[in-house]
C-alpha cells in the first residue's frame, strides 16, 4: 500500500563569496554579467525569503548550507603553499582565474547537488542519494565531497536513506545531479517514472550531440545512477536533450523543462525523440492521466526561454492545481509575459503564476529551480532525517540574522584574495553549522 509523501524542497543557502567570475561556458547569462560587482548579502537574503514564502504556503523547505570558498585545500593540491594568505597571494598573481574557480559559491544551486530517487522508486525502499561529480567544470568538480557530507549528516538513519559516492570523474561519466532528473508520478508515495536527460553518449562519438557548447551529462552517468539506486525498467526513461537547445544556451534541463506530478512542462526543442518520450513516460506512468504542456518557438523563441529562464520556474502543487514560480524576468520578456497570460486563461494543469526575486542569482545564471534539490519523503523518513535544516519562523529569523552579520554587500573579484574574507568565511560558517546542528562537515573543521 501507498504511504504518505511529500516533495520537500531543499534550497542552497546562497555563499558569503557569492561573485561573477563568468566561470561557466555554455551558461549564458553567466557570461553575460562576468566581473560586474555582486552583492552577496542580497542574494542570500533573496533566497531566504523565497524559501520563506514557500514554507508560509505549507511546503516542506528545508536548507543546503554553501560550501567554504576560497578553497584552500584545492589550491594546495595545485601547487601552493605557505600560510593561507601566502597561498591566496600567489594564486592572485599567477592564475587569478584559478582562484576564482576555488571561489565560487556555485552550490548553491543545489539542483545540482544529487540525484535522488525516493523509497517507492527502489528496490530496498530506501531514499537514495548520489552527489554530482560535476566533472564538465572544474569549480563544481570541488563540490561532491562536501555535499555527500551535507547529505549524510541530513539523512543519517541507515534503515531509511542510502548514500553513494560520486561517479568516476571525466567526461564519460559527466554528472549534473537533478538539473537533468524528473520524477513523474500520481501521488508522491506511490512508484513513478524517473526522467534521465542526458546531452550525449560518451561511448559513440557517431551520436547526436552538440556543436558549440559541451553536453555536461551522458547516458552512461544516468544508467548508472539508475543502476546505484536500485531502480527498475518500468520505472525509468532516458530522453536525449536536443543538442540545439544546448548550442543555444541551454546547459541543463531545468532550463527547457521542469516536471511534477503527473505535468511536464516543456519547450518544443527540449528533446530529440519528442513523441517516443512522450510516449515512453505514458505508458510508465500509473495511477494518474499524463499532462504534457508544450510550449512553442512561436510562442515563446528558445532565445527568450533562455533569458526569461521561464522552465527553470517551480512547478508545485496547490490545492487548485499547479502553482508556477517564475523569476521576475518571466514578466520582463514580452514573449513569455503573454504565453503566462494566455497559459493562465488555458484553463490547463498550471492554474497560478507567481513571481519571485532572485536577480543576484540569475545574473549568475541560476533561477528559481535551481536553487532547489526536491526530495521525496514519506512520513516516516521525514522524522527521521534531521529536522534542524527544515525552515521555520525562527530558523528564518536567525538565519537573516545571521547574514546580516558575515556577508559583504558588495564583491569584486579582486577581493577573492583579501585573506580576510576566508576568515570572515570560516567564521560564518562555522556559527552556522551550529545554528543548523550539522557537525563538522568542512575541510577547516576537520
Not at 569549480?139 to 565531497?145: A, K, M, N, Q
Not at 511534477?260 to 492521466?289: C, K, P, V, W
Not at 536553487?371 to 534531521?386: G, I, P, S
Amino acid at each position: 500500500m501507498a504511504k504518505h509523501a511529500v516533495e520537500a524542497n531543499f534550497d542552497g543557502l546562497v555563499g558569503p563569496t557569492h561573485n561573477y567570475a563568468g566561470l561557466s561556458w555554455g551558461n549564458v547569462a553567466s557570461k553575460s554579467n562576468v566581473n560586474a560587482v555582486s552583492n552577496p548579502r542580497e542574494a542570500a537574503l533573496q533566497g531566504l525569503a523565497k524559501m520563506k514564502r514557500l514554507a508560509d504556503r505549507g511546503y516542506v523547505q528545508g536548507i543546503l548550507p554553501p560550501h567554504e570558498r576560497p578553497h584552500i585545500p584545492s589550491l594546495k593540491a595545485l601547487g601552493f603553499s605557505g600560510t593561507d594568505a601566502q597561498i591566496l597571494a600567489q594564486a592572485a598573481k599567477s592564475s587569478p582565474s584559478v582562484l576564482a574557480a576555488v571561489s565560487s559559491a556555485s552550490s548553491m544551486w543545489t539542483a545540482n547537488a544529487a540525484t535522488v530517487s525516493p523509497s517507492s522508486d527502489t528496490t530496498d525502499h530506501r531514499v537514495h542519494f548520489t552527489p554530482a561529480n560535476l566533472s564538465a567544470k572544474f569549480h563544481r568538480s570541488i563540490e561532491h565531497t562536501v555535499t555527500g557530507r551535507s547529505l549524510k549528516s541530513i539523512f543519517a538513519d541507515e534503515a531509511y536513506f542510502a548514500h553513494h559516492p560520486a561517479l568516476p570523474l571525466g567526461s564519460h561519466f559527466g554528472d549534473e545531479g537533478a538539473a537533468n532528473h524528473t520524477r513523474l508520478c500520481g501521488r508522491y508515495g506511490e512508484p513513478g517514472v524517473e526522467l534521465f536527460v542526458y546531452g550525449q553518449v560518451a561511448f559513440n562519438e557517431r551520436a547526436p550531440a552538440p556543436k558549440r557548447y559541451p553536453a555536461r551529462q551522458t547516458l552512461e552517468a544516468s544508467q548508472a545512477i539508475a543502476r546505484l539506486h536500485g531502480l527498475r525498467d518500468k520505472n525509468l526513461v532516458f530522453a536525449q536533450q536536443n543538442p540545439a537547445s544546448i548550442d543555444a544556451g541551454v546547459f541543463h534541463n531545468d532550463v527547457i523543462a521542469v516536471g511534477n506530478g503527473n505535468t511536464l512542462f516543456y519547450h518544443s526543442m527540449a528533446f530529440l525523440n519528442e513523441e517516443q518520450i512522450l510516449a515512453d513516460i505514458r505508458s510508465r506512468l500509473i495511477g494518474a492521466d499524463f499532462e504534457a504542456v508544450r510550449v512553442s518557438s512561436e510562442d515563446v523563441p528558445l532565445n527568450d526561454a533562455v533569458a526569461s529562464y521561464l522552465f527553470n520556474s517551480q512547478l508545485l502543487n496547490t490545492p487548485d492545481g499547479m502553482l508556477l514560480a517564475v523569476p521576475g524576468e518571466c514578466r520582463e520578456v514580452a514573449s513569455v509575459s503573454q504565453y503566462l497570460d494566455k497559459l493562465l486563461a488555458a484553463g490547463g494543469p498550471i492554474t497560478a503564476v507567481e513571481v519571485f526575486d532572485v536577480k543576484q542569482s540569475m545574473r549568475n545564471g541560476g533561477g528559481p529551480a535551481c536553487l532547489r534539490l526536491r526530495v521525496v519523503l514519506n512520513d516516516e523518513e521525514l522524522q527521521a532525517m534531521h529536522r534542524g535544516v527544515i525552515l521555520t519562523d525562527r530558523l528564518y529569523e536567525r538565519l537573516t540574522t545571521w547574514v546580516g552579520a558575515h556577508y559583504r554587500d558588495r564583491l569584486a573579484r579582486e577581493d577573492l584574495a583579501d585573506p580576510m574574507l576566508l576568515d570572515e568565511v570560516r567564521k560564518a560558517l562555522d556559527e552556522l553549522t551550529g545554528i543548523l546542528a550539522l557537525g563538522s562537515i568542512y575541510d577547516f573543521q576537520l
